[in-house]
C-alpha cells in the first residue's frame, strides 16, 4: 500500500511563492509517475504537473508551465511542487496522486493524498 502526505501549503500574496512536498511510503517507486493535481471550490479535480521517479521527464498543465516546477528527492522519497508567481486562480486544494504504470502522466493514478490547501489573495 502507498502512503501519501502532503504539506506546505498555506496562504499567500498574489505575485508569491510556496513549496508543497508530498512524502511517500510503503513501496518501491522507481517505475512510477508522481502527480500533483488540483480542485478548486466548484470545479473538478485538474492536472497540474508530473514527473517520473526515475529519469528527468516532466509534464505540466499549460496554466501552470513557466511558473511552476516539480522535483523529486529519490533519498527522500519525497516529490515537490514549487509555485512561483501565484496567482488568485491558483487558490485550491492540492493533491498529490502516485500512477504506478507510469504510462500516462494525466491519468491512472491510483493513489492519492489527503491534499492542502494552498490560498492566493489578491
Known amino acids: 500500500q502507498v502512503q501519501l502526505v502532503e504539506s506546505g501549503g498555506g496562504l499567500v500574496q498574489a505575485g508569491g511563492s510556496l513549496r508543497l512536498s508530498c512524502a511517500a511510503s510503503?513501496?518501491?517507486?522507481?517505475?512510477?509517475?508522481m502527480g500533483w493535481f488540483r480542485q478548486a471550490p466548484g470545479k473538478e479535480r485538474a492536472f497540474v504537473a508530473a514527473?517520473?521517479?526515475?529519469?528527468?521527464?516532466?509534464y505540466y498543465a499549460d496554466s501552470v508551465k513557466g511558473r511552476f516546477t516539480i522535483s523529486r528527492d529519490n533519498a527522500k522519497n519525497t516529490v515537490y511542487l514549487q509555485m512561483n508567481s501565484l496567482k488568485p486562480e491558483d487558490t485550491a486544494v492540492y493533491y498529490c496522486?502516485?500512477?504506478?504504470?507510469?504510462?500516462?502522466?494525466?491519468?491512472?493514478?491510483?493513489?492519492w493524498g489527503q491534499g492542502t490547501q494552498v490560498t492566493v489573495s489578491s
Open positions: 510503503g513501496r518501491t517507486f522507481s517505475s512510477y509517475v
Open positions: 496522486a502516485a500512477n504506478p504504470s507510469g504510462t500516462s502522466w494525466r491519468r491512472g493514478y491510483d493513489y
Open positions: 514527473i517520473r521517479w526515475s529519469g528527468a521527464n516532466t
